[in-house]
């Protein structure tokens, strides 16, 4: 199993999961936010997401993503257990060029 680089230090941006992956208003993120409201996650509530991001999903295996300019791409394509059912997702990452530490770029709804 290969795991995200320093997963123990990533920075997900409360921004990101707030006020795209699950803004209901996003004109992008307000299809994602469908998604994850289905298994439990909110606007309100995005503290739990970045939870289970950390506690479930950064322990799966990681793969190299697609190339970069900016630095390393990884993606995790996992089940994630929320609230009300488990969901399948795919989290992107990147180490920027010059730092060590994984940043989250999106998480991607598996749809079934």
Known sequence: MVLLPN???AI????????????PTHPIGKF???FFKEAGYTHDSWQILERDIREQHLLK???????SPFGKKY???A?????????VVTSVWIILKGE???RLITLIPEVR
């Open 100 to 102: 060590k530490v994984p």
């Open 32 to 34: 994602k936010a469908k």
């Open 12 to 23: 997900i941006e409360s921004v990101k999961l707030r006020d795209y992956i699950l803004s």
């Open 61 to 67: 295996d990681a793969m190299e993503g697609k190339p």
């Open 79 to 87: 089940p994630l257990k929320g609230p009300k059912s488990v969901i």
């Open 75 to 77: 993606e995790i394509t």
């Open 7 to 9: 997963y123990e230090y």
